[in-house]
């Protein structure tokens, strides 16, 4: 390739998994307690599509990565801070609710948007990236209308791996059922990729790349502009949580031959 | 009145899947409750032998979009089949199995017809608004909604439903034809672990939940990382079980630590993980809150093995907790399924 | 240090000012500061050195996770904060409330475990006889008057996380500053005793810090100006005192740990929002409490270990359990839930414990600078204050074209600090505690002469080194527990890996605490449910056991026990405690808990607390 790549990753904000959650009716809705509060994350399926993204522009030269996202301003910069440090990007950003009750029609339609208004999108050598689904929405449909929208119908869900082959296609791992992996090869940008976990580990904070970052995630941040979520077509009838409490029998003083005989009567039974 | 095509493509033996018979079941129940029209639509090479074993199901008719071209679980042509499918069906609701197939293109499908898609469903409800039920936040709440826009497509969670089991019979089935144009996708295979390595069975009976605890170090000060190994594998093998961990100890492994050789990100549990559903869970070594407790969301009956007696992964989620050495425990369990 | 392989380089980077830790103080300092750096008209008020032509390029690094990840529990009368944010609304600040009612309310001891000098019991008797008369109820007795040095009745309820939250978002959003979280610095960088800059810590080590895979080393940060902010335990502040020493006269040996959790109430809860108590007496008379009251039934409690407290056994946690088990307490907690946890290292020897302010090239604000105020119970609105008394300094030398050496940040900074509410309350509460070296009562009463007198009259002495006054477990449970028993409870509980501090308290008559999974849990799940502790991968432990055979002529181990986080542990292998990385909240206890002086450093006990990463994840402390 001798253009490169440009990878434009798709990726939200989620609450930090940690926290503790509990949904709440709003006057904008359902949406958590506290929500503003609570501390967050790159949405974690998002996250390994940014440094899968960041891994595989490296290899590719000529390519580049935009991080574009949909997250409350405030919250937004809390989480380049940290995310800038670990991998070059570019920011896009656009300054709407991203809570998990949002309409994933309503996400890709202001990613869409945004993507299209990137002054020096190459949509020929476009690679589309993104979670497979949100930690929060967990509507898995997000990237799916997003490359409709954007006319690629080369779409790839649940990816593990992506590796550009000697004539320059790309061989898509894709989780399927039972453990397995669908390959699949395509001839080449634009594509749809719906990322699952990938291979890489979280890079490490880096400074200089953090430096390098906010040179540009700065000025977009206060770029962003606010984006609309329609939410029309979409009516909650409740959100709960589950009554997880079980009576939980302890056994603190089994031998491990009565545990371990109890344990087997009750798998075969 | 509502259409409703139950969507389905068959397996590479030309047979519909357990997912595909379990979402039979959620369209027939919306075609009742609404009071609607069932019409089949089927994707695949060859689609006869699957038609023939709904006959029983009700559909008023099968549509079918066949070939080649759509043996292959690829975006390009399922999303343009299915496209035909709703057209011609006229559908205003679309019931479909939420495999890793169907959920890659039923979002954009909606799309294309100027609908809606969900995925995740683990409940349909006909009466009065059509609503449907999912899991937001990783399991953690669970949302029930309605939409106005049509047509609606929903995919439904493997293992939510009762698969439909009912009479075959010969079936007519009308066939819709696709404009498919230049597949730039083809796929080449399915890469799967060996027989002997394969950790991830989620049809099977137990889950075998491992925590970081294994690869810890144990009352002598040591870790004794190849004895949690073939304890794990060994009761893998015995019980054929599946295999899921927590997150860190699958982080563990892309990380350089001293780890467990077969475990991958595909074994982890909760979080970013899966949230597999089977009838009974063994969680050994763990030690957990709520995020890596939505792993085991959907296991019915749960026991721990931990050291931990006031384990917050444990009390209150399992059904028994008992307060042991996991390594000596599950030693004496595989002697036991051994025997 | 280790040194680097061969091949991989240390980057450095140029900037106007390295601000190391982001807490209250350096919140007042960046936004004192940024506030100034530009005109109205877009065009820097000041010009950045390093970048002609740009305004001042500021960095913060803080090594927690994110900004909010800190804790206190604050009550505050928020005067600096206020200065610097008049028309501040506490509503926009989640876990924020105005005080409405404060209480100081004495706790007898309802199981008769707690060790009680012959004055404090003769006290808690007439307490008794006295009971329908002063209103004696549920064990505790709510005192009539709160002396004024005590009272916040103006002031503010806080939570430290959310409060720093709000005040990173500002100034991170005015795009001049720029504060990064999960960046541990490692040292100062010193030059012929002028401050360059920083150091950040390596990435990519192992336990030890030597370079493995992925290997990174951390930056030079080098920068006019260094502005240390790291808290009362922060390695950059730390190693300054090493190498600049202590002004005369001045040391840190007043510590205590403070342990909190925040709390669903249950259903019902009588408790106002705005509503303060502060106990004294329980679980032991040395353990101070509180207890504010968020509004949406929320509430923020905790206890204080202090240093001069003589058990060498002292788990905060169980303490923090007995005391929520108090009756006065616990009819309003009981049904309650755990949303967060956390504990920290208070400096309480205060404007005592004041290091050199500022020297060429740096400057110390904030609790590590000696702001604590340990007679009004207060330190988050004086370090903040501290903080804007350095931007103003450091915005009128940028301004004069001044450099910024210690003459020029003496006639600025530290003039405007001495002149200040900061030092003069600071100077009355100087021996405000000391009493407390020879006793509970003894250090009330000093208390009291200090506040009422304005620090004029006061019951001083010089506190012994924290090593100095511990004494060996045998010595504590003196007549009652036998020291053979003492050694075969010891034996067991290492064997077991099982907590010292409970087998010996539960001996001393403390009843079990019964534990409910919800609100009364595991040290180990509060750590997870309620601290959300984590670590990254690829940092060196950052506590050190410096001499092994100090640890193996320890008797006591109070490391172990005081640890909050139970990740200093005893060494079934050996006498060199184990440390576990992955649990540390960094407190910082351990290093004023250690029993053994070194013999190169008298003053400071055998742990090295270095930079780290992670620790804890709660926004809500």
Known sequence: ?269 | METILYLAHTESDGSLGKAALESLTAAKALAEQTGGTLVAGLVGEDVQAAANTIAGAGASKVLSVSGADFAQARYATDAAAAEALCKAAGATLVVAAGDSRWNRVLPGVGHRLGGRADLHITQVNGAGDISVTRWFYRQRMEGSFTRTQRPWLLGIDPGTQTPWQGDAGDTVVEAVTVETGDARTTVTGVKAPNTDEQTIRPDANVLFVAGAGWTKKQADGQTHVADAEKNILGFLQAAQASLGSSKSLVDLSSEGGEVLSFMTHLNQVGQTGATPRHPKGLSTCCHGEEPHVVGWRFINERRAVNLDANCGWAQGKADVLYVADAFEVMEKVNALLAE | MNELPEGIERQGMDVDIVCVGFGPAAGGFLTTLSRAMMNDDGTPAIESRTMPGMPPQVMCYERADDVAFGVSGVVTRARGIRATFPDLNPGEIPLTAPVKDEKVIYLLDPHGASRRSGMLKLADKTLGLLKPVLGVKDHAYELPYIPPFLRKHDGLLLSIGQFNQWVGGQVMGSGLVQVWPGTPVTKPLVEKDTVVGVQLTDQGVDKTGAPGAGFMPGMEIRAPLTVVADGPIGPVGRQLDEHFGMPEGHHQRDWAVGMKMVVDLPEGCELEPGTVLHTLGYPEPEIFGFLYVYPGNVASMGIFVPSWFDNPVRTSYRYLQHWMLHPYLWKHLEGGTLRSWGAKSIQEAGRRGEPHLVGDGYARIGEGSGSTNVLTNSGVDEAWTTGTQLAEAVIELLKEGKDFSRENLEATYVKRRRESWVEEEGRIAEHARDGFQKGFIRGLIGTALAGMTRGKLNLACTAPRPHERIPSIEEYYKGRIPPGEIAAIRKECVRKGLSLHDALMERAGWPEIPLDGQLLMSHQDALLVGGKVQAMEGYADHVVFIYPHLCERCGTKTCVEICSAQAITMNPEGDVPLFDREKCVHCGACIWSCSEGREDDPEHGNIEFRAGAGGLHSAEN
């Open chain 1, 1 to 269: 390739m001798s253009n490169g790549y440009h990878i434009v990753v798709c990726a939200g904000i989620v609450p930090d998994p940690l926290q503790t959650l509990e949904p709440v009716q709003t006057p904008q809705g359902w949406g958590l307690k506290n929500e503003m509060m609570l501390p967050a994350v790159l949405d974690p399926w998002a996250s390994h599509a940014l440094y899968e993204a960041a891994n595989l522009a490296k290899n590719a030269p000529g390519s580049k990565v935009t991080l574009v996202s949909v997250a409350p301003k405030a919250k937004l910069q809390q989480v380049m801070m940290t995310l800038a440090q670990k991998v070059p990007f570019e920011l896009v950003a656009a300054d709407a609710p991203a809570g998990g009750f949002t309409d994933a029609n309503d996400v890709a339609a202001v990613l869409a948007e945004a993507i299209q208004a990137i002054p020096d999108l190459d949509m020929a050598n476009l690679l589309l990236f993104g979670g497979w689904e949100s930690a929060s929405r967990g509507a898995g449909a997000t990237m799916q209308i997003l490359g409709e929208m954007l006319g690629i119908t080369e779409q790839f869900q649940g990816v593990d791996e992506i590796t550009v082959t000697a004539e320059g296609k790309l061989q898509i791992l894709e989780r399927i059922e039972g453990g397995r992996h669908q390959v699949s090869e395509c001839a080449g940008a634009p594509v749809v990729l719906g990322w699952a976990t990938g291979n890489l580990p979280e890079p490490k904070n880096n400074p200089q790349v953090g430096m390098q970052n906010m040179r540009t995630v700065m000025p977009s941040l206060q770029k962003a502009r606010p984006a609309a979520l329609s939410g029309e077509d979409l009516n909650y009838a409740g959100i709960e949580v589950p009554k997880a409490t079980r009576e939980t029998r302890i056994e603190k003083n089994m031998s491990a031959d009565e545990i371990a005989q109890e344990i087997v009567a009750w798998i075969k039974g």
